[in-house]
């Protein structure tokens, strides 16, 4: 059975930081590009940050400079660290992985607030 599970959201003040997780299972995590994406209340879902499995980055223009993805193979794990935090970052974070082949698999999301 297929897991993504992210975790690490919460209630930030601007200017702040937050770190998010992303713990797999079931998949060969090696070989899959790793994404994180997100989605604003009444808005489309957008994607945030993505790692190929070499660990190659691409960032949104909005998140460059401020946001970091990183992945573990050890530990089958995707990380998004989040710095200099603004209310415009509002939103549930998602987990996405995609398969060579183009099989992707999602987690259940993960809340961020950025509020005063």
């Known amino acids: 059975q297929v897991q993504l599970v992210e975790s690490g959201g919460g209630l930030v003040q601007p200017g702040g930081s937050l770190r998010l997780s992303c713990v797999t299972s079931g998949i060969v995590f090696t070989i899959y590009s790793m994404h994180w994406y997100r989605q604003a209340p009444g808005k489309e879902r957008e994607l945030v940050a993505r790692i190929s499995s070499g660990g190659r980055t691409n960032y949104a223009d909005s998140v460059k400079g401020r946001f970091t993805i990183s992945r573990d193979h050890t530990k089958n794990s995707v990380y998004l660290q989040m710095n200099s935090l603004k209310p415009e970052d509002t939103a549930v974070y998602y987990c996405?992985?995609?398969?060579?082949?183009?099989?992707?698999?999602w987690g259940q999301g993960t809340q961020v607030t950025v509020s005063s």
């Open positions: 996405n992985g995609q398969h060579p082949g183009g099989r992707i698999y």
